[in-house]
């Protein structure tokens, strides 16, 4: 109830709307509306292919959007996960501490800042998504191994599926952030007094290690296909969450600050409990590890451990599993301060909470992703119309903006915002992101808009709209005329002479028809599956849990140690 | 609980001693997004006066780098940011800082001289601006006096107008974009000529409007394998003149990087041309072109705006003839300052050295930029 009163008004009011990647997710789950089974989509970088993102979050979009349009089926789909991940933050703090800490681990999870930093500064959908569901699997997972049975075995490996097919980044790092201290605690775990023998904890491991990755090797098959045909090996794109955060305070506020909140407060007793309890040590060990990385450029960690794909990766998402790491700590620091200090802890606790909610959720007012967000429908209508969109056309100065005019029109660009799916030479070779924001990205930036302008004629390149004067020079002595202004003359529309029509691109990246069919289908029916496994009752021993011990202060009396 | 509280330090200590080392010693990607500045001691030498100080202009935080200056009592902040942007919108403010470089020349106890160029990221072109710095002692930390290069002001005047100017009529509203009633201006290439250079094969030559109207033009250039069968397309792209008046001659340059000549059997030239509204002005005057023999061959003259506007951003073109007139050579430079009225701005054109031997004449034209230009 707490995270529908707190997340369900503010997105009714479309609040992610104003983040940096939401209408890029609606972009993708406008194609899937109107081209389920068909993942080549010819709205960016002269085509390019679904394929390389998972894509059940989308889908979830575009399937709801049938009823409510597509910005309303985003919030829903949003809010389904919000639900979703407070249910799975409980499930998975009740592995580590007891049932009244794990609750408030979940209170505290609808104020968590980094959820509130993804959802509505981010737009980062696909991993709020998977987030909730691999939250949800891990207890299956330590069921399994804990004590077999068939039923934790189906739910985990169909939950992970589920994951990945929503998001496989999460699934490839939270194996090591999540998912081996949960095998740690599983081995470290007592049950009348007995372990899990080695042998069985090594056969369940791998039993379910194989069949998880033999099942994400299916349901992906299109994605990992495409990304052994076409690795990403163009030119890294800096992103500022590489930054070191005490050099440049800017983005350590943006992504140490707003994400951590009140919960950097808590790090000392993460330390000291996480240490002191041996059952906890897993669990802080992951944490410091994903908090690390998280911090960017801060430390050399990520630069060293990720090695390349600490250029390719963004820090953010590091950031927000440590928070997630961290939540049955903090649910084990509310009991003690409640216990302690009765109302004056709980009216702390609730202001500190509120008070992280309120700014990350307010992040994207003061920091905002698009300062001059605009509209662009009169934009579309002018390429919609007297066949403009025969041709192609890239935008500059356009922000984030290019994902809704992209939806909007029918006319294609050489330009968009998933690097990773853009296989133009000119686009993968200089190390700058999108066209439209070409200059922020300097001499690589302009290189590159360079490049896609004098191939005008071979991608029927004919409109260059223009929303920032900067690049006004270069259209000019490029030999390209200004032929109309839009919006009170803020947009100006750029038309080079002598461009023949774009053509559909011969491209090898596209799918074949079988792809686009196991596309459809596959992600999206793990998700149904995942949906009706969990009708499936549980195992009695679950209830068993109730005898076991958690973590609370009187672990730290001497001799009483688990270890 | 020895054991935990052990543990517990050590990762307290770890995260404080990786967050130490990853400040002083920056990560190359954090260093980037710092300007080039860690938490290592600054100023303490002339040469890192004058790098923090480009460091700053790079970040363009301009407060910290006008506070930083010796001699900062000599002009206003504005000033000192105008120098380095420019005054008028010229091409430098359609810029920025990209990375800097840095050279001693001279020091001593209490002074010293420092190069500090600045490499510019632009739309057009690849502009460096070079300055040779003089630095200050200043207790214990070096400071830099910034030769401040003044405004140029343009006296009061009256300058008289007369220039031609050619308007269309197009056919209506529903007109498609480049349709129209009339014939296309009659263009001719009147020279073409491939080269084979290290970075591939460069097709140049000369393109003449024989007509009595303006035309937008460009080229294309398609090269033909030994079987006749295209094997790469370019564009002349920014290697010309676009805006061609009646009877003028443009120059064009077409690049096809990683080509080799061997394999071209014959090149295919497309010259496309339309007809535009334009006008003669602005006028600009080249004065004292003159090519300077190798090494460092190149071609030095200067431009004067005979115009009453400001001309923002001036296209120098240089075509270089051998002694039988022709074409061996196209290059071209971007002016990165504007163009004042009645104000000379000097031009420097590069002519690579193996060439250089070859050219016998050359000629001159200009291609402008004006903010705000017409639609």
Known sequence: MAALAVHLPLLLMKLPLKSYDTYFHIFFASHYLHHWFNPWNTKWYAGFSQVTYPPVPQQWVALVSRLVGLDLAYMLVQMAAILLFVVGVYRFAKLWVSPRAASYAALASVFLGSESFLVYCAGQLPTTFAAPIYLNALPFLFEWIRRGGWRSYVKATILFTAAAAAHHFTLLFGSFFFALPVLALALLDRENGERVSTPSFIARTLAIVIVVGAAIAVVLLPFWIALIHYPVTQTPIPHPSRANYILSPEWGMNYFVVPFGALALALPFIFVRGSMVTRLRPLLLGFWVAFLLGLGGTTPVGHLVLRRAFDVLTMERFSYWATLLALPFVGLLATELIDRYRSRAAVSLGVLAISTCALAVSWTIYHPADPEAFDVTSVAGWLNRDGHDQYRYVTLGFGDEISRLAQ????????????????????????????????????????????????????????????????????????????DKLDEETITIWSKDGVPPATPLNSPQMPPHWQGVLWGTLPFGS??????????PEERQQKARARYRFASEEDLVPGRMAS | MRKGALLAGALGAATVALVAIGTIWPVPEAVAY???????????????????????????????????LANKAEFTEQEFVGDIKGYYPNLRSYSDVDHIEVFPLHASANDGDVQLKLYWSTVVGEPVTTRNLHVVRNGDRWQVEWPLVKKTIVPPQVIPVNYLRWDVIYRGAGDDWGAQDVEAPHVRIVDMHPVQRAEGVVVLGELLNEDVVPAYVSVTATLLGKDQAPLATEGSFDKICHLLLPKQVTPFLISFPDASLSDVRSIRMTPFSTLVPASADPVIEIDSAKLNPAPDASLTGQLINQSGQVVNVAHVLGTFYDSTGHVVWVADQYVDHALLPQTPEPFDIHIPEDLARKVSSQRTVVASYVAGGAL
């Open chain 2, 34 to 68: 710092a300007g080039g500045q860690s938490l290592m001691p600054k100023s303490s030498t002339p040469e890192a006066a004058v790098r923090n100080l480009g460091d700053e202009i790079v970040l363009q935080a301009w407060d910290k780098a006008y506070d930083s």
């Open chain 1, 408 to 483: 909007l029109t029918n006319a294609g660009s050489v330009d968009g915002e998933w690097n990773s799916g853009r296989m133009l030479p000119e686009l993968t070779r200089y190390g700058g992101a999108q066209l439209t924001s070409a200059k922020y990205y300097g001499k690589p930036g302009l290189d590159s808009l360079r490049a896609i302008l004098t191939h005008a004629d071979h991608y029927g390149l004919k409109w260059v709209l223009v929303r920032d004067h900067y690049y006004d020079p270069l259209l000019s002595f490029a030999g390209w005329r200004p032929v």
């Open chain 1, 527 to 536: 998700n149904i599956l995942a949906i009706l496994v969990l009708f499936i």
